[in-house]
């Protein structure tokens, strides 16, 4: 932690779905004078994300949902995303195995990590763990759509991954996890980006 935080304060707003914080903070500029800062912070835990790719099809497996935040802003709200959940009290490798399987129906057996990143580190605290895998239609065990205990109702879609990319150019595709994840794909040589 840095010396340059002191007296954090913290007061919870909401705790529904996640907590929402009041945080009050003294914050040492580098001027080395101090100032008192206030903020709301959302703690929704952390997550894992996933992109399935199968070189030979030279195909990656996306899902859409509806997405109320993007709705508010302004957008449709059906964003084209890698699968992804919240970690429960679990590995990152073993939350998004779990979530690659309800939501997408593909068994997975093994990941690559990618790395991890903070998506909104201004006011979420959420960081979410990157991953990638292959996968061949062997692996796919059940239809996916995910849990209609979680009121999920998501589309798997088998995405060519040139069109994957040529839409993140188009802007249709605007998840960042989900850009991140199909440029590091592009830039690891494994899949073809001829043409582009």
Known sequence: M????????????SDEWATLKKVTYSYQNQDQSWSDVKREVYDRGHGACALLYNVKKQTVILIKQFRLPAYLAGDNGFLTEVPAGIIEDEAPEQAIIREIEEETGYVIPALTSVGDIFTSPGAVTER????????????KVTDGGGLDSENEDIEVVEYAFAKALQDVKKGVIKDAKTIILLQHLALSGVMKTSNL
């Not at 840095?2 to 707003?13: F, L, M, Q």
């Not at 979410?128 to 692996?139: C, G, K, N, T, W």
Request: glycine content about 0%.
């Open 128 to 139: 979410i763990f990157l991953f990638v895998a292959p996968y061949d239609d062997a692996q």
């Open 2 to 13: 840095s010396n340059r935080i002191k007296n954090v304060a913290e007061e919870i707003i």
